[in-house]
């Protein structure tokens, strides 16, 4: 099993100017950025508890922020913030899902790429035909 390692930053500064460069709003560059970090560490819940990403389930998450240096502290002094983070997480997993789905892979297989380039077509779907043709409201 791969040793866990807790994230540095919430993106590397790649993620961020991929993510910049995207032809979204302000709120959909917010929801990417939020799917990426979503997905950076379901990843590492996948690699530390073998399964995967698609069968993670919320006590995972929780159990993961725990033991996360970086989080653990946060998480300890204030139980809101566990459960703010728990359902970030398990939030982003509904258009991370979507993703997977249309690009026929493993939520785990997923690209920085491939997420932004969903994220920029359900915007489009969303300008040019309204907010029920898109898959986030």
Do not use: C
Not at 90 to 110: C, D, F, G, M, Y
Request: proline share 3%; charged share 25%; net charge negative.
């Amino acid at each position: 099993m791969t040793e866990f390692q807790p994230p540095a930053q919430f993106l590397t500064s790649e993620e961020s100017a991929e993510v910049d460069k995207a032809l979204l709003s302000t709120r959909d560059k917010f929801l990417t950025r939020v799917a990426l970090y979503s997905l950076r560490s379901l990843k590492q819940i996948s690699q530390r508890t073998g399964l995967p990403v698609a069968a993670i389930t919320h006590q995972q998450i929780v159990e993961w922020i725990e033991q996360d240096a970086s989080l653990a502290q946060e998480a300890q002094a204030n139980e809101s913030f566990r459960n703010f983070l728990t359902q970030l997480v398990l939030s982003s997993l509904k258009p991370l899902r979507q993703v997977a789905i249309e690009a026929e892979q493993a939520i785990e297989n997923l690209t920085v790429a491939q997420v932004i380039a969903w994220f920029e077509k359900d915007a489009r779907i969303r300008l040019e035909q309204g907010s029920d043709a898109a898959f986030l409201q």
